[in-house]
């Protein structure tokens, strides 16, 4: 897999999801919708950091499949944030852009692991 290229750039990406989340908060004042982008954009990482560990290759895939699954949950609220005003354009379209290049590369392991494993 591209790991570590998936795990710097979801690193980075969970970063900004958090400085989102405290310009939410501090500007908007808002509690709810904010916290769940804070829980599911850093969530992508902190799978993938946890897919290193696995102890199998299915195993390995899980973590990574959860990673696509909160990659896909985080692109649904950055566009409710967007469509409800609590973020700019700005800001939406640099995450979205992001959030989609992550999730390409969690596919595209998910991929060839699967095409892997189905050889054997």
């Not at 939406?92 to 290049?101: A, I, M, T, V």
Request: charged share 30%; aromatic share 8%.
């Amino acid at each position: 897999m591209e790991s570590n290229t998936a795990k710097v750039k979801s690193k980075l990406f969970a970063k900004n999801i958090i400085n989102l989340y405290q310009k939410i908060v501090s500007e908007k004042k808002e509690y709810v919708l904010s916290k769940q982008i804070l829980r599911c954009g850093t969530s992508i990482g902190a799978n993938i950091a946890e897919s290193e560990c696995a102890m199998s290759i299915k195993d390995f895939l899980s973590k990574i499949y959860i990673s696509l699954k909160e990659a896909s949950e985080t692109l649904y609220w950055l566009d409710l944030l967007y469509e409800t005003d609590y973020i700019c354009k700005e800001d939406f379209l640099k995450l979205k852009k992001d959030c989609d290049e992550i999730k390409r590369m969690l596919s595209a392991t998910t991929k060839t692991i699967t095409q892997k494993l189905s050889t054997n």
